[in-house]
């Protein structure tokens, strides 16, 4: 469970990231509430799942998820650079949080 809420957390810190470009275009409460909502959200998951999981794990991998699907999503939605360079890094990102969690696990097995 711990795992899903990481992921969730994840995804509503790139939700609360898109709320913050929004805000800055268009100035009104409804973005800035679901901005509020969105990080709050973040937070909460993130605390729950470190409950179980290690924080450095857990915090890389989130700010991982963060990171990388809020420039991901720079590029679908705001015309941002697909540049292959920044896809390369992006993978980076997303390897570097993988290859946390599977030596999270086997640490555990060792």
């Known amino acids: ?7 969730l957390a994840g995804l509503f810190e790139m939700f609360g ?9 268009e ?7 679901l901005l509020v909502l969105g990080f709050g959200a973040s937070f909460i998951l993130l605390s729950y ?3 179980t999981l290690p924080m450095g794990t ?3 991998i989130w700010t991982g998820i963060g990171a990388s699907g809020g420039a991901i999503l720079g590029m679908l939605l ?16 997303l390897g570097a949080a993988i290859g946390l969690n599977l ?3 086997i640490g555990k097995v060792v």
């Open 1 to 7: 469970m711990a795992w899903i809420s990481l992921m």
């Open 17 to 25: 990231v898109v709320m913050i470009n929004k805000l800055h275009k």
């Open 27 to 33: 100035r009104n409460w409804k973005s800035l509430v």
């Open 49 to 51: 799942a470190m409950k």
């Open 58 to 60: 857990a915090y890389a």
């Open 78 to 93: 705001y015309g941002e650079s697909k540049d292959w360079k920044r896809l390369v890094f992006i993978v980076m990102v």
């Open 103 to 105: 030596f999270h696990k």
